[in-house]
């Protein structure tokens, strides 16, 4: 069911929106590795929801309905780590 979530999600704000809410197990546990870094738990949760947002309605890879749930996690997390990466190295995270 998940996949096909994924699959409407570009175009689907309810899917994407179910599908954010399917994962949240998960965002949470990214939210928690984010919140030991310089992030408080609130904002490290608001920015793990985001990426997942982003990341669900914006890759053309999830349109395929082969990607499982365990490779959107991966994909958000990388995306996180990316994005924190970025911030750290251009001075906006310390």
Do not use: H, Y
């Not at 904002?43 to 997942?52: L, N, Y």
């Not at 914006?58 to 959107?72: A, H, I, M, Y």
Request: hydrophobic share 50%; proline share 3%.
């Amino acid at each position: 069911m998940l996949e096909n979530l994924f699959s409407l999600a570009p175009e689907d704000d309810i899917a994407a929106l179910c599908a954010v809410v399917a994962l949240l197990p998960e965002l949470t546990r990214i939210a928690r590795l984010l919140a030991r870094g310089s992030l408080d738990a609130e904002e490290a949760q608001s920015e793990a929801i985001a990426i997942a947002w982003e990341v669900i309605t914006e890759s053309p890879d999830l349109r395929s309905e082969t990607r499982g749930s365990d490779k959107v996690v991966s994909a958000i997390w990388n995306e996180a780590r990316r994005s924190f990466r970025i911030e750290a190295a251009c001075g906006l995270r310390t």
